[in-house]
């Protein structure tokens, strides 16, 4: 699915809004609501973010999160 995205600001309650050939002789759909309103439902939402897919696979842990980092010998409050 291709989508265009702007914002704009009308002139005599109007939109003159330029489509990229690859839009030209198809069918499309228009929705007009105010760009505040965008703004305030993403702030809105709190739900739990989901990171990026490209960054799937890009960490790697390399020290073993389960054994101390110091050795048990070094703790003062163990005596």
Same mark, same amino acid.
């Given at each position: 699915?291709?989508?265009?995205r702007l914002?704009?600001?009308? /002139?005599?309650?109007q939109l003159?809004?330029?489509?990229?050939?690859? $839009? =030209?002789?198809?069918?499309?759909?228009?929705?007009?609501?105010?760009?505040?309103?965008?703004?305030?439902?993403?702030? #809105? !939402? /709190?739900?739990?973010? /989901?990171?990026?897919?490209? $960054? #799937?696979?890009?960490? !790697?842990?390399?020290?073993d999160l389960?054994?101390?980092?110091?050795?048990? !010998?070094?703790? =003062? #409050? $163990?005596?």
């Open positions: 699915m291709e989508a265009l914002i704009a600001e009308p /002139k005599n309650h003159i809004i330029d489509l990229p050939p690859s $839009l =030209d002789q198809r069918r499309l759909e228009v929705i007009v609501m105010p760009a505040t309103g965008i703004e305030n439902a993403a702030t #809105a !939402s /709190k739900g739990r973010r /989901k990171p990026s897919a490209l $960054l #799937a696979g890009t960490v !790697s842990l390399h020290d389960i054994t101390p980092a110091i050795p048990e !010998s070094d703790w =003062d #409050a $163990l005596k």
